[in-house]
């Protein structure tokens, strides 16, 4: 025959029960909150904007690196470098601006508390 197994029930002492239950209401309108959230996604959007001039710049450099510039279309091989290189100072410039733009990162707590702010001008 097969063996049964016997279980005990154990029973625990609760000493007390802590409850953290408070919460916090925040009223806003649909058409508050949409415009809050869509200039939030803005800013984390722009978040990503250094990639392109950081690409091109990568890519510039590189091509002024290894290529040899000669004379094609009309136009001499110094002439082509001076054009590479204004593009390569061009993206520096402008992957300078976007990193400057940058500034802080958007997080959860800033767009509440953008969303709390906006409520209590209201009120």
Known sequence: M????????ETVE????HSNTAQELIRITEDKLRLKLLLHLSKIERTKEWQVPASLL????????TADAKDAFGISKYAWQAL??????????????????LG?????EKLILSIKSSHDAES
Do not use: H, N, Q, Y
């Open 2 to 9: 097969a063996d049964i197994e016997r279980t005990t029930i």
């Open 14 to 17: 609760v000493a007390g029960v």
């Open 58 to 65: 990568i890519g510039v450099v590189l091509t002024l690196t």
């Open 84 to 101: 590479f290189l204004m593009i390569a100072v061009l993206s520096l410039i402008w992957l300078i601006c976007t990193l400057v733009r």
């Open 104 to 108: 802080k990162k958007p997080t959860l």
